[in-house]
Each structure stands twice: as C-alpha cells, then as structure tokens.
C-alpha cells in the first residue's frame, strides 16, 4: 500500500511529539514536511534523521507556514495535521480551508493516539490559554507534594528552538545547567523556578525518552508534574489534571484551540486572578466550566504579587517589562508588571515602542495589541541583543521587570531595575491541598 503523505503544521513542540509517537514507525505515512509559526527562527531547518528513525534516512524539511499551499501542492500532499497551540477556532479553520483548497485532508490528533502512559503517578498542570498562571500553578503542587515528603520531576511541554539533536534529552538540575544547554530567556523562565524550589526538570524533543530518563532520574522520583505549554494538552495520561482559567480574557476558554480540550478533560479547574478581574468576567468563566465540565472541581486563586523595592516605582516613570508570550500569542494587554506599577503610584508607564529595534521592532508590528509593554523576547542572542538595546535606549527611571527570571542575570540594563515576582494563592476550599490530599495518601500507601 502506497503511505499517506502527510504534512505536519506546528512551531516545534506538539508537531515533533505527534510525528514521535504516532508517525515515525508507521509505514502507512510519510510525512514530507513540518510547518513552523508563531517561533521566529525555527524553520529552514530539518528534523534530524537521528530522531525522525528508519524510514526517514534524510529527515524531514520544515519550512515557514506562508509555505504551505504550496508545499501541498508541490509534495503533493494527501493530509495535514493541525500540532500547535493557542491559536482562535477562526485561525484553526482558515488554515483548514486553505489545506482543503489545496487538495489536501485537514486534522487534528486526539489524545488517544498521543498520551504516553508512565510507570509512575503523573499530575499534570495545563490552561486555557497562554499567561493563565499555569506555571505558578505548577510550582504551586510540586511545594505541597514536596512539603509531603515526595521527591517531584517535573518534565516541561517542549522548546526545542536549538540542536534538536543535542535537545532530545535535557535534564536540568542546576542553574549551571541551563548554561551547559544554552537556554534561551524563553527556557529560562519555564526551568529556573523549578530548580530554585529543589526540583528537577525535564525537556527536549523526544517526550518518550525523556519521560523514561524522569521515572529513572538518578535523584530518584514519586511523581511525574507535566508542565504544560500555551494552552495544550498533556503528552502523558494523567492521574489528576488541573487546568487554569484567566477572567481577564472571559471566554476564551470556549473559542481558543486547544484551551477547550484542556478544560474538558480537567480533573481540577482553578480560576485565576481573582483578585485583579472584573466580577461579571469571572461569572462568564464559571458559566463556561460549568457548561463544559461540570464534575471539576473548582479552586479560586489570585495571583499575588511582590515587589523587590516598591520605592523605586512611586512617582517615577517606568518601563514595564512582562513575559513574552504572555503579550504576544497569548494576547495580554497587561500582566504583573502593569499591575505593580498602578498599584505602587508610577507617575507614567513609558511606551517603549518608539525605542524598539531590531527584533522587538518587529514584534510590535506583528501583535499591535501590545501598549506600554516591553515583551521579554528571548528566543535567541539575537532578540536578547535587542532587548537589552532596547532597554538601554528608553527614556525612563526604573525598570519594571515582572519576568520569571530576573532579567539582569541574563542581559545587561543600565537602568535602576527593581522585580516584581508573582504566586499562586488559593482563596478558601477548595485549595490545591485539598484537592493532593488522597492522591498523596495513595501514593503514600
């Protein structure tokens, strides 16, 4: 039988899962071709014969999305397979008009043929959208099951935007270590809070190998935490799931691709930022789980905020600097940073668009919607060149930086820069104690 010919649309991350688990020793398809979006930089590259196996002595091409009915046509193409997260149903069925324009199939993978069962207990952590607080969430299990006497390794949806090859196993014990796998600021943010809280973390590209390597971690392991990425779905079959709403973007768990499948398939849901939305926005998110799941159980949360030197923000101008993704994909006008600098009395938040080079010029011009907010783009030295530039030259007094990591670790700002770190803080019962109490009794004995 002739294989399907199959082109894979993603952003190096579920694309590379999906092909692993489900096409790479499957002699009835031959995937001809990855798509890259939303990672500036991550096409015009190929997947490793290494890692793409027998059938693909070559590897595979991956090329810029804009490609694609052309690719269709050109590698005459039977089917594509939707891989990436965080995108609006309208964006989802665009693409799959043009895919179906062209001649081709258009799908998407369920989690069926893509969860990984694991020999140990697995909690995972997802959200709806990008910037919902999934990470502090996450942090937020692994202290009570630490505090419980367990020994956490937590594995983290994947950021491959380096050697594939050497990103198919990365194990991050240490702060050295994220040198040793010259991370990106992106990677940074997702590993270091982790680490700083004692527990090791897994990524890379190949999430069946890395999850063996986690089960046998040389630290040892109770539990497996999957820290999910933008708003997808876990890669392992989970023994609890939670998944985290924002009432700042009302809604969208309902209209966003895959935030709805996260949702639908939560054990625990926890609507976040509490403290900081509009009461009708946090009706409309409770409407929506209701709808959808209405077994969940619901945990209430803010997201508190600390200030390293609030004095340095009162009357002053600032330049507030947020998490990338956050504002750009995930679509955030505001963020922790904004917050600080309203609540602490900054006498102006200075627009940083006018000072933007490089990189960061241009990321304003691709998400417009992003005011007053300087995105912490670090997918490469060169967008942290650019950063940095940029910093240097806009007029301000202090530097907002409300980051995962502290900024000034990592570039260089010639600024007065005081941070500002955020957490999760349940309000009332249930809380995530609650909800780890008879899991960590079963696991316990």
């Not at 290494?50 to 991956?62: D, K, Q, T, V």
């Not at 090329?63 to 052309?70: G, I, R």
């Not at 369920?110 to 140990?120: E, P, Q, V």
């Not at 783009?377 to 240097?392: H, S, V």
Request: hydrophobic share 40%; charged share 25%; proline share 6%.
């Amino acid at each position: 039988m002739t294989p399907r010919k199959v082109i894979i649309i993603g952003a190096a991350g579920r694309d590379f899962h999906n092909f692993n688990v489900f096409y790479r020793d499957n002699p009835a398809y031959e995937v001809v071709a990855f798509t890259a979006a939303q990672i500036p930089d991550i096409a015009d590259r190929k997947y490793p014969a290494s890692l793409a196996g027998e059938l693909y002595p070559n590897g595979i091409p991956i090329y810029e999305e804009c490609e694609l009915e052309t690719i269709i046509k050109d590698l005459d193409a039977d089917a594509c397979v939707f891989s990436y997260s965080d995108v609006p149903y309208s964006y989802v069925m665009s693409l799959g008009a043009k895919v179906n324009a062209a001649g081709a199939a258009f799908s998407m993978l369920g989690h069926k043929n893509t969860m990984i069962k694991s020999t140990k207990p697995v909690i995972s952590v997802g959200s709806v959208r990008t910037g919902c607080g999934k990470s502090q969430t996450s942090r937020r299990v692994a202290e009570v099951l630490m505090a419980h006497g367990l020994k956490v390794i937590a594995i983290r949806h994947p950021m491959p935007y380096g050697d594939l090859e050497a990103q198919k196993v990365q194990r991050f014990a240490t702060i050295d270590d994220l040198k040793k796998h010259k991370c990106t600021i992106e990677e940074m943010e997702e590993y270091e809070p982790h680490i700083e809280r004692g527990n090791v973390i897994y990524a890379g590209v190949d999430y069946e190998a890395i999850l063996r390597a986690a089960e046998n971690d040389p630290d040892g392991c109770d539990v497996i935490l999957w820290d999910g990425g933008n708003n997808d779905f876990p890669f392992y079959n989970s023994d609890l799931m939670f998944a985290v709403t924002d009432p700042h973007r009302p809604g969208h768990e309902l209209s966003y691709y895959p935030g709805e499948v996260t949702l639908r398939l939560a054990d625990v849901v926890v609507i976040n930022k509490i403290d900081s939305a509009d009461y009708q926005n946090i009706l409309t998110v409770r409407e929506s789980i209701e709808r959808v799941n209405p077994t969940a159980i619901v945990i209430d949360a803010a997201s508190t905020i600390s200030v390293e030197n609030p004095e340095m923000i009162r009357g002053k101008r600032v330049l507030v600097v947020e998490d990338g993704p956050t504002l750009t994909h995930g679509e955030m006008k505001l963020g922790a940073g904004l917050v600080a600098a309203k609540r602490y009395g900054a006498a102006e938040i200075v627009d940083p668009k006018p000072y933007a080079v490089g990189k960061l010029a241009e990321t304003y011009r691709a998400y417009p919607h992003i005011e007053n907010i300087l995105p912490a783009m670090g997918y490469g030295e060169e967008q942290m060149r650019d950063l940095a530039e940029t910093i240097k030259r806009t007029d301000c007094d202090c530097v907002i930086i409300a980051t995962p990591i502290d900024l000034k670790r990592v570039i260089d700002i010639d600024k007065p820069a005081t941070r500002v770190e955020y957490s999760l803080q349940e309000i009332g019962h249930p809380d995530v104690e609650d909800v780890l109490k008879d899991f960590i009794a079963e696991i316990k004995g």
